[in-house]
């Protein structure tokens, strides 16, 4: 006698109840409830079994509701992992499974699921959280928001679009510096028009010391990657490399600040990007052109999108690989 088996991932201690649950159908003859355990998780596996020559289609699961899929397997459902970036994120905070249990008005052993078990919260609920932890709800639960509605959200990311960087008012630079109170990245080439502002060191320091955390990634003069952009923008071999040794001459009275990071990287950069706490610019890179004659888009993070998520990880990426100048 051959079975097909459908199963729901839950606690040891829920077993029971689940097999209550199920009690009406270990009458049917068609229908055997089982409870087995699961290897790769600790937990059981609740199990309903219909014999042979039952609609190939139709599946039941654990509380006896029918499913209706031509691809459901005829094994036991994957165990869900642990959600990672939730933990991290909680424990970058100081917060604790509790902590957010009680902020949120919910049972502790519901958000420790949440952590353990993968499971994803109502919409309300990682809104709350990505607030919290300071994180996009696309990063912290990527498979959350159907496509189309990411698609939707992404498109309100976008504040403006400037056709060139030079079009991009002054005041707007100002404005985003001086709002930022968390964080300020930037991923340049050489970014030596920011030199031209006489009171950027001491801004820059300010906000080092009200507690914001700035990180500054240049380019590696000596690398085949910058003197590749300089030939690319058809400025000439060395120029780019020398616009890069100006900027780290510029920013070396920031060299130890507490709060504030300068590195240099040797990677192909397809566009520059200047984030300032949930706002970002992002200038792309036009072969042929130089950055200040290439479209900037401004983007301004919300919680469910994807698009500023994108710039941030390529920053991360970067940053991660990128090593302490040479002054």
Known sequence: MQYHYVGHC????????ALARCALWISLPRFIPLALPCPSCCSWHLL???RTGDAPTTRWDFLGRPWYAEDVPSVPWRCRVP???LRDALL???FSPADVADKLRVDHKTVERWITKGRTPYAKYRHSISVLVHES?????????KSERSAEVAESEVVKVYPHRHTLPRDVWDKLLRGSNERIDVLVYAGLFMTEDPGMIKNLRGKAMAGTRIRIALGDPDSEEVEKRS???NIGPGTLGAKVRNALAFFGPLKGESGIEIRCHSTILYNSIYRFDQDMLVNTHVYGFMAAHAPVMHLRQLSVGTLFETYSESFEAVWKDASAPKW
């Open 48 to 50: 309903l079994s219909a």
């Open 92 to 94: 970058r905070k100081g």
């Open 137 to 145: 709800e696309n990063y912290l639960w990527p498979d959350a928001i």
């Open 10 to 17: 839950v606690q040891s201690t829920e077993v029971e109840l």
């Open 83 to 85: 959600n990672e970036r």
């Open 231 to 233: 030939l690319d923008e």
